[in-house]
């Protein structure tokens, strides 16, 4: 078993203290950001369906409503939105197959969901202890493990075959088999072991040595970031790529620094701030978040002002209800992509709070790169 990284008794007590004030100071929270994720929070509240899923039957989309929540200090049942994340987890709990599978869509969506929902599920275990999540974790742990691909990593359908597909996928699962390292539960280290082989091999140099090196590897002096299979960088597969091995410990690996350079490169040059429509997208924006926040030092403290600013000055704000306080998502339509983008908002200013299990992290350091 790989180490585990926090007590559930530190997480618990964080949220039975809601006044808690965990963020380091105004560069990390202000209260323009406080306010913007009131808003965000509210407008989850307000058009959350009956059945708990903002009419969407993606499972992963429904979680990511979950864990704005959580990011907040809302837990089922207890704080002003208790009500909202347990009609939420009950969707998502009666929705789970009797195969673990945590998906009810198409079944070219099977990964992207089930890794999203076993994440989340996760961080709802580590501050609830809930019997009937926890049963539901096991059952989709143990399908992410038995549907590994041979080459370490995964497929958008819930097969084991010969090759993973893409980078994609692979944050996905890692993010959840570190949430469930979090909260004191095995993983077979084989199955880490792989997913890192196959993580790596989505690194790619980018150019020349440019006078900056991050340890001793033949590449750890030139520019690159992770792809998605091997080909072009973007700004969401090179934070992937760094958030993988963060979540499997790897925090000094120079791929990590490389890639998160070319973020920070990316946020300079080609952050988009569209008025409604949350920066980049919420795809990428999940990751770049978390990506910055778990290399920390002059990197989160450089880039999160920025990210955190261009988030509120995008924020919806309208005499509609169904749009005042949102963020369109950017790759998902209708509501399903308002509580996409919404939730990834919220989720990224709240951040600073440090509630979430997963948040509870070792920070890299660039002078001491993993040579591997």
Avoid at 40 to 49: D, K, P, S, T, V
Avoid at 246 to 274: A, C
Avoid at 301 to 314: H, W
């Amino acid at each position: 078993m790989l180490k585990t990284w926090v007590a559930l008794g530190t997480v618990l007590a964080v949220f039975l203290s809601p006044a808690t004030l965990l963020a380091e100071g105004d560069w990390e929270q202000t209260p323009a950001s406080e306010e913007a994720s009131d808003r965000g929070l509210e407008w989850l509240a307000r058009n959350q369906g009956e059945a708990g899923n903002w009419d969407s039957d993606d499972l992963g989309l429904v979680s990511m409503g979950v864990l704005a929540f959580l990011s907040a200090g809302h837990a089922p049942d207890r704080g002003k939105y208790g009500d909202n994340v347990r009609r939420a987890i009950d969707y998502i709990i009666a929705n789970a197959k009797p195969s673990g599978l945590l998906n009810i869509a198409s079944d070219g969506r099977d990964m992207y969901n089930h890794g999203l929902t076993v994440f989340v599920l996760t961080q709802a275990y580590g501050i609830t202890n809930d019997r009937r999540i926890g049963e539901v974790l096991d059952n989709g742990l143990k399908l992410i493990t038995d549907v590994q691909c041979e080459d370490g990593g995964w497929d958008y359908k819930a097969k084991r075959q010969s090759r993973g597909h893409d980078l994609s996928l692979a944050v996905m699962q890692a993010k959840a088999l570190r949430g469930a390292m979090d909260i004191g539960l095995e993983i077979p280290p084989t199955t880490v072991e792989a997913a890192i082989r196959y993580v790596r091999a989505r690194y790619k140099p980018e150019g020349p040595p440019d006078g900056k090196s991050y340890g001793d590897h033949p590449d750890a002096g030139r520019p690159g970031a992770f792809t998605y299979n091997g080909n072009k960088a973007t700004t969401a597969m090179a934070a992937c790529g760094a958030v993988c091995l963060q979540e499997f410990g790897l925090y000094n690996d120079f791929r990590i620094h490389r890639s998160m350079d070319h973020v920070l490169n990316d946020i300079e040059k080609d952050m988009p701030v569209r008025k409604g429509h949350i920066p980049f997208d919420a795809y990428t924006m999940y990751y770049v978040g978390q990506g910055l926040y778990q290399v920390g030092g002059d990197r989160w403290r450089q880039a999160y002002p920025k990210i955190r600013d261009a988030i509120i000055e995008s924020q919806q704000r309208s005499e509609r209800v169904d749009a005042d306080g949102s963020w369109e998502g950017g790759k998902v339509g209708g509501k399903p992509g308002q509580l996409f983008g919404t939730a990834v908002a919220v989720f990224v200013l709240n951040i600073p709070n440090r509630y979430l299990p997963i948040l509870q992290k070792g920070e890299a350091d660039p002078e001491n790169a993993d040579r591997r």
